[in-house]
């Protein structure tokens, strides 16, 4: 589902999206998502998407697991911040095509399509493998240990982004540690 293969236009089955859903990401003021407009015909729903100045991050080169973190982080509170316009984060797909990346003001947008998969944590952890098929294989590993460190009892999509937070502050620090620790052996 290459959205830029696509020219950024998606039909969707027209029951698949509310009209209120429509209407709110239409208007411009979703900070969550990118700008899209929607035409009917019948009952299907042509979105077109506007992506300028993002890429999604099936065309990023992930750098390394500082960035790769800093990016999931973004992700799941730019999708909590999905339910101000009375949209369920559950109801919103994210993968590498759906998520978009700013790399001038380093923010997140996410492309709305609805998403039949309401299990949030089932959720995470698709995006998280996805994620962890493009990424070094440094970041592999930080990716799978903390993929099965989510705790399941975590049912807040901001405290999941949260503990990923703290999860991306410890491996920074184990980073730096390295990256000092291997300069003294230099020397």
């Not at 299990?119 to 070094?136: A, G, P, Q, R």
């Not at 970041?139 to 705790?151: E, F, G, H, Q």
């Amino acid at each position: 589902m290459r959205l830029r293969e696509r020219g950024y236009e998606l039909e969707l089955n027209g029951d698949k999206i509310k009209l209120l859903e429509e209407r709110i990401l239409e208007s411009g003021i979703c900070s969550f998502s990118v700008p899209m407009w929607f035409s009917r015909n019948g009952d299907k729903v042509k979105a077109t998407y506007e992506c300028s100045g993002y890429i999604s991050l099936r065309e990023l080169n992930f750098k390394g697991p500082r960035e790769t973190f800093e990016i999931i982080e973004k992700t799941l509170l730019t999708l909590n911040r999905s339910i101000e316009f009375y949209i369920p984060p559950e109801n919103v797909t994210i993968n590498l095509d759906t998520v978009f990346f700013n790399k001038v003001n380093r923010r997140i947008k996410i492309a709305y399509i609805p998403d039949d998969n309401k299990n949030l944590h089932e959720k995470i952890e698709k995006f998280l493998d996805d994620i962890s098929k493009v990424s070094s294989e440094d970041t592999k590993i930080y990716l799978d240990v903390v993929r099965k460190d989510i705790p399941k009892e975590i049912t807040s999509l901001k405290d999941i982004a949260i503990f990923i937070g703290q999860q991306r502050k410890k491996i920074n620090s184990c980073q730096g540690r390295l990256r000092n620790f291997d300069s003294s052996n230099h020397q």
